[in-house]
């Protein structure tokens, strides 16, 4: 999770006002930075680390923006964030780009970044506003029920592999969509049929999915 812009300069500025019009607050890291980052940190927007990059900035981040000035750094940043999982955003190189910054999609704690390996933006853009739609019927609540249950199998078994078992289980049993079409306590019974083939749970225990997430 997460985003992190490196670079201080009017382009990280500018990507940085695209990002926060999108609902991120990113980190951004450099020694030096714009008055204007200075407005948007003070107004709370983002978080301001005034010092030289390194590589322990992009660990566990989901999303990297490399905004210097300096080509070379820029890219040895893409190839750091890349090693540890995370997307990447090289000002003016739509070839090491896996996203580009208005191609991102959000509903609460879900970020999706679209990718067109640069060859087209403007379809990038078209794509995300699509996945936008469909995460603004009502994906964060989905989220937050997966989580519930996440929580719910964590407090009932300690194997992982058992754990990994019934997630594929209730993948298989099309959870999300019957959480889509018909609500928490339909969900709730798919629940408890693939928990209970794998270890016990009591109603009590199944009772706190019943409220996790919203139905639209």
Same mark, same amino acid.
């Given at each position: 999770?997460?985003?992190v812009?490196?670079?201080?300069?009017?382009?990280?500025?500018?990507?940085?006002?695209?990002?926060?019009?999108?609902?991120?607050a990113?980190?951004?890291?450099?020694?030096?930075?714009?008055?204007?980052?200075?407005?948007?940190?003070?107004?709370?927007?983002?978080?301001?680390?005034?010092?030289?990059?390194?590589?322990?900035?992009?660990?566990?981040v989901?999303l990297?923006? *490399? @905004?210097?000035?300096? !080509?070379? %750094?820029? +890219?040895?940043i893409?190839?750091? /964030? #890349?090693r =540890?999982?995370a997307? $990447?955003?090289?000002v003016?190189?739509?070839s090491?780009s896996?996203f580009?910054?208005?191609a991102?999609?959000?509903?609460?704690?879900?970020t999706?970044a679209?990718?067109?390996?640069?060859?087209?933006?403007?379809?990038a853009?078209?794509?995300?506003?699509?996945?936008?739609?469909?995460?603004d019927t009502?994906?964060?609540?989905?989220?937050?029920?997966?989580?519930a249950?996440?929580?719910?199998?964590?407090?009932?078994?300690?194997?992982?592999?058992?754990?990994v078992?019934?997630?594929?289980?209730?993948? *298989? @049993?099309?959870l999300? !969509?019957? %959480?889509e +079409?018909?609500?928490?306590?339909? /969900? #709730?019974? =798919?629940?408890?049929? $693939?928990?209970?083939?794998?270890?016990e749970?009591?109603?009590?225990?199944l009772?706190g999915?019943?409220?996790?997430?919203?139905?639209?």
């Open positions: 999770g997460g985003c812009v490196v670079g201080g300069g009017e382009e990280a500025e500018f990507k940085v006002e695209i990002l926060t019009s999108l609902g991120v990113p980190l951004v890291v450099s020694p030096r930075v714009t008055p204007g980052l200075e407005r948007m940190e003070s107004a709370g927007d983002v978080e301001i680390r005034l010092e030289e990059y390194a590589v322990a900035v992009v660990a566990g989901g990297v923006v *490399a @905004a210097t000035d300096d !080509e070379e %750094l820029n +890219r040895r893409a190839a750091d /964030a #890349r =540890v999982g997307m $990447v955003n090289v003016d190189d739509a090491e896996d580009i910054a208005m991102l999609a959000r509903a609460g704690d879900i999706v679209v990718s067109t390996a640069g060859r087209s933006p403007a379809f853009s078209a794509l995300r506003d699509r996945i936008q739609n469909l995460l009502g994906f964060a609540e989905h989220l937050e029920y997966f989580a249950v996440r929580e719910l199998l964590l407090g009932i078994t300690e194997d992982f592999r058992q754990r078992r019934i997630w594929r289980e209730l993948t *298989a @049993a099309s999300l !969509e019957v %959480l +079409r018909d609500g928490r306590e339909a /969900a #709730r019974e =798919v629940v408890r049929g $693939v928990v209970s083939k794998h270890v749970v009591s109603a009590a225990e009772d999915l019943s409220g996790a997430g919203q139905d639209e």
